[in-house]
């Protein structure tokens, strides 16, 4: 099983409309949660940390669910510059280093 | 602004060849990292450093070195013994362990 897994994709949607993605994670002694979004050919930029209480950006929530070990992200009111990749990333409990989910592709279409 | 710096952007590499990736930041964090993407893939952890003068594997190390003599550089050397070099390369620097990542712009590396 991987460490960090993601559905991923391509999820086409149009402008406007809400989408959701989920990640789950394998190791439960997890602290740290991420989102980071990523352009096509750029470098990664981090989006929105997730808190356990859960957390909301504007348009973009973050909910964390330890129990079932999965993270996900809603994007309200798409923009078409919301298309991109959206990378989940967990750090490895105990390990000094954060793993990064495969990404999941979005596309919004006018 | 701070920020992290990665040179050159784009590199060729002959058969044989070493070459070295230069990463450097002024935003003062103790660790950096360095990833390796290939098109359609996640990023997938090299090295890293938490401290300076002290680095670890990441899980795809071989055929790649690194040093760490000053905390605002981290430089990645991919040696002849890397058979498939061809990537993005990434540099990442954090405050500390488990804290969000911030990227240089990357290094795309080809074979000639």
């Known amino acids: 099983r991987k460490e960090v897994e993601q559905d991923p994709g391509p999820f086409n949607v149009p402008e406007g409309a809400t989408v959701a993605f989920n990640c789950t994670y394998s190791n439960s002694a997890s602290q740290s949660f991420f989102w980071y979004r990523q352009d096509c050919r750029k470098e990664p930029k981090l989006l929105m940390s997730v808190y356990s209480s859960g957390n909301e950006d504007g348009r973009f929530t973050a909910q964390l669910n330890r129990a079932s070990q999965y993270i996900s992200l809603l994007i309200r009111d798409s923009k078409l510059s919301d298309s991109a990749t959206y990378l989940c990333?967990?750090?490895?409990?105990?390990?000094?280093?954060?793993?990064f989910g495969q990404g999941t592709r979005l596309t919004i279409n006018p | 602004d701070g920020g992290i710096t990665q040179s050159p952007k784009y590199l060729f590499r002959k058969e044989g060849q070493n070459v070295t990736l230069s990463c450097e930041q002024n935003l003062n964090h103790d660790a950096m990292y360095w990833y390796r993407q290939d098109p359609g893939q996640g990023l997938r952890l090299i090295y890293y450093s938490q401290i300076v003068n002290d680095f670890q594997k990441g899980d795809i190390a071989e055929g790649y070195s690194v040093s760490r003599e000053k905390k605002e550089s981290f430089p990645l050397t991919v040696t002849s013994a890397q058979k498939n070099p061809t990537a993005f390369y990434l540099c990442?620097?954090?405050?500390?362990?488990?804290?969000?990542?911030?990227f240089g712009d990357g290094t795309r590396l080809s074979i000639l």
């Open positions: 990442a620097s954090s405050k500390g362990a488990g804290q969000p990542q911030h």
């Open positions: 990333v967990v750090n490895g409990g105990g390990a000094q280093k954060l793993v």
